[in-house]
């Protein structure tokens, strides 16, 4: 018989796991219907303008989630006034950022469209870890099955006409609807009044979460981002599908960690060996599944047709993420996270030499060898580390 805490546990990672994942399954499936009947190019610009788009996203989400996790860990009782007084501070922050990207001139759409389209996503992102912290994983994915059906509605509408702007317009639409209720659900822990807080204690720990987080976008994107930079727009976006792809089956990963982080963060060294044995186990029987179907959809549904070089990178594409992820979360949970940012800097600085030469070199197969090397070099990095530590 299976205990009702397990499974309480495994319905909970499951719920998690999904409401993660049906977002990368919409956008997946609306990038088919553009490249399909529409064009890769069309797609391909409007990955342009989202790359900016979660760049201001990631500077406001100032380390937003895991900050805020720990911190509603040790005062439950506070959480209201913690995440109004998070969402207060990274507004500011937004803002700013917003405002240098408008001033600069990188997008291709209407800064109104910009304005209303990173707004409406930095509300639905602060959500993230309220929905963690009151386990609302049946609500959250009910949510995203609503806006991905809107979006994917929407735009099958307007397939002969779609333009980049009109993709971003209907983005706003099913964030609006999302925001409204999660507005409503959340009430409670949305405190408009009376919000006082320590600036330069709530502004350290925010850069302690939020440092990581920034270089570990880098690493993890850098691949896209030079893509973005060397490729043409075709190219990039048939690229953002394949990364993608790859992407949700990393994103499994919320089945096991995301729904318990508050409890991963408290966890000791042996524990954490565990975790990782465990997660292993799992991945290295998903990887050659996983790696066949990424290898073979790209090309019956895509179009895109790789070397058979890019299956046996595939393989080994999975297991380093299990590696690794628990490793950062634990040395998290011991204050290291100064440690955590040197080899995340050490690690993106590897990324972009190495990047730079292989997508030049190798165009498009560079750019898959980087995103592999990325996750090795950090599994790597953060075990030495993890031994470090008794």
């Known amino acids: 018989m299976i205990s009702r805490s397990l499974y309480k546990r495994a319905k909970?990672?499951?719920?998690?796991?999904?409401?993660a994942i049906v977002p990368l399954v919409g956008q997946l499936l609306i990038s088919l219907i553009i490249v399909r009947f529409h064009s890769a190019n069309l797609w391909g610009d409007y990955v342009q303008n989202l790359i900016l788009a979660n760049i201001i996203l990631l500077i406001g989400g100032f380390g937003n989630r895991d900050y805020i996790i720990k911190?509603?860990?040790d005062k439950s009782f506070k959480a209201g006034h913690i995440w109004s007084a998070s969402l207060a501070l990274r507004f500011c922050v937004f803002i700013i950022?917003?405002?240098?990207?408008?001033?600069?001139?990188?997008?291709?759409?209407?800064?109104?469209?910009?304005?209303?389209?990173?707004f409406s996503t930095f509300l639905s992102n602060s959500f993230n870890s309220l929905i963690i912290h009151k386990k609302a994983f049946r609500i959250s994915l009910i949510q995203e099955l609503i806006s991905v059906l809107i979006l994917?509605?929407?735009t099958v509408g307007d397939i002969t006409g779609l333009t980049?702007?009109?993709?971003?317009?209907?983005?706003?639409?099913?964030?609006?609807?999302?925001?409204?209720?999660?507005?409503?659900?959340f009430r409670k822990y949305i405190i408009f009044q009376n919000i006082s807080f320590p600036i330069p204690e709530v502004l350290k720990g925010h850069l302690l979460y939020f440092t990581p987080t920034l270089l570990g976008n880098i690493q993890g994107q850098s691949d896209v981002y030079l893509v973005a930079l060397f490729l043409s727009p075709e190219q990039l976006g048939y690229y953002h599908i394949f990364a993608r792809i790859i992407r949700f089956f990393q994103n499994l990963s919320g089945f096991v960690f995301a729904p318990h982080l508050k409890n991963i963060l408290r966890l000791n060294r042996e524990s954490i060996k565990n975790v990782i044995s465990k997660s292993l186990r799992n991945v290295i029987l998903l990887s050659f599944p996983a790696a066949a179907f990424i290898f073979f959809s790209v090309d019956?549904?895509?179009?895109?047709?790789?070397?058979?070089f890019v299956l046996v990178c595939l393989v080994l594409f999975f297991a380093p993420f299990y590696i690794y992820s628990p490793i950062i979360y634990f040395l998290f949970g011991k204050g290291l996270e100064i440690n955590v940012n040197v080899l995340i800097l050490l690690q993106v600085f590897i990324s972009i030499a190495l990047g730079i030469y292989l997508i030049k070199e190798l165009n498009f197969y560079g750019a898959i060898l980087i995103s592999l090397f990325n996750q090795w070099i950090a599994a790597a990095l953060f075990y030495i580390e993890f031994k470090r530590h008794k």
Do not use: C, M, N
């Open 71 to 73: 911190k509603i860990s």
């Open 164 to 185: 980049v702007e009109k993709l971003v317009l209907f983005s706003i639409i099913s964030l609006l609807i999302k925001l409204s209720f999660y507005f409503y659900y």
């Open 300 to 308: 019956i549904f895509y179009g895109l047709r790789l070397s058979p």
């Open 97 to 118: 950022t917003l405002l240098v990207f408008l001033l600069i001139g990188w997008f291709s759409i209407s800064p109104l469209l910009v304005i209303f389209w990173t």
């Open 12 to 19: 909970a990672s499951s719920l998690y796991g999904l409401s």
């Open 152 to 154: 994917v509605s929407l």
